[in-house]
Each structure stands twice: as C-alpha cells, then as structure tokens.
C-alpha cells in the first residue's frame, strides 16, 4: 500500500511518517506568510490537524503530499489572520488603561534575518493576496507551477499569470535581491532551479 493509500486509510504511522516528512515545510511556509514565530506553530498544528480531517479526500494517484500540505497551511494562514485581525478590532475598542503589551512579536527576534524578513514582508504587503500566496509557494516554498497549482486549487494558468504579476510589482517597489534573484520554477519539476534564500529559514527545509 502506497503513502498515499495509508494516509486515506488513516493510518496513524503514515501520518507521524508524513508529519516528519513535511512538518518543516509547513512551518517554513506559514513562518513566511504571518511573520510571526508562534502563529507560525499555531498554522503547523492546524495544517494537520485538518489534513487528518480530509484524509478520506487524498487521491490515490499522485506524487508528494507536500503542495496538498501548503495548500491546506495557506487557508490555515488565511483564517489565522482574520482572527487576529478580529481579536485586534476588539482590543483596539477597549478603553487604552486597559490595553496589554504584546510581546508576540518578540518571538521574531530569535530569527537571524528578521530585518530582511521585514523588509521583504514590506514589500509583499503591497501585493493581492492571491499574489502573494503564489509568490510564497513557487518563489519560497520551491513549488513549480503544477504543484502551486494543486495546492490552490487553481489552473496553473493561473499560477503563472499571478506570479508574473508579483514579479512586476515587486520589481518596481523594490530592488532587494533576497526578492528577485530566484528563477522562474518550470512545468514538472519540483524546484526552483538555481540557490533560493528564503526570507526566514529557523529550520532545514527538507523538498520531497
């Protein structure tokens, strides 16, 4: 029985084998979408506990689970945000005496590269989302065009007319080469040619 079929089956080996695989991946990923060390965790534990929900959804047929993963780690990463922008309305509602510090962001600091993490966060901001999803998954994450497309849940047409898109934006807001010296990924394969920096790297990131 192939990976794929166990992890349909519920295997719970599979899935501790599958956890290790990827789990670096997944944190790598939501790391570079929220900037934020302890949501990044938050995302990780999400990310499977929704993938162990919709195990009976895997297609028997197929390579890696890995964009499957970073599909589901965006959507966790997206939900993530919505509530902390919620919890940030009501705290920004409440009278200032009663406003706490928030030392999360601390959190950051144990990164080395915090400051071209910001830097790079900055200008990503300035980007669609659905921009900046793609960015993250080819650019970051290492995905071709196929695999972002799989993890989207979009055509892969799509995929390339969105990170042509951010290219061109980013090219015009900034000229940081952490952002643009990484190669256009190619159909099929599953990398980006060429030496990528991610803007944070608290862990090996292991391609499957």
Not at 65 to 72: A, D, E, H, T, V
Not at 100 to 124: H, K, N, Q, S, Y
Not at 168 to 186: I, S
Request: positive net charge; hydrophobic residues 40%.
């Amino acid at each position: 029985m192939n990976e794929r079929a166990r992890i349909r089956a519920g295997d719970p080996v599979a899935f501790g084998q599958l956890f290790d695989q990827c789990a670096r991946s997944v944190y790598n990923h939501a790391f570079r979408l929220t900037g934020n060390w302890s949501t990044a965790e938050d995302v990780v534990a999400l990310t499977f506990l929704e993938a162990w929900r919709l195990r009976a959804k895997v297609d028997l047929d197929g390579g890696s689970l890995r964009p499957w993963l970073l599909g589901i780690a965006t959507n966790a990463a997206r939900n993530t945000a919505r509530a902390a922008r919620r919890h940030e309305g009501a705290i920004a509602r409440l009278p200032r005496d009663e406003v706490m510090p928030d030392f999360a962001d601390e959190l950051v600091g144990r990164i080395d590269d915090t400051e071209r993490l910001a830097a790079a966060r900055e200008a990503l901001a300035a980007l669609r989302r659905s921009e900046r999803e793609v960015f993250a998954l080819c650019v970051w994450a290492g995905l071709d065009y196929a695999g972002a497309a799989q993890a989207l849940g979009i055509p892969v047409g799509t995929v390339r007319s969105r990170l042509a898109r951010a290219r061109r934006k980013l090219q015009k807001l900034t000229q940081t080469p952490l952002l643009m010296k990484n190669r256009e990924p190619r159909l099929g394969c599953g990398q980006v040619e060429g030496g990528r920096t991610p803007a944070a790297r608290p862990t090996q990131e292991e391609t499957r």
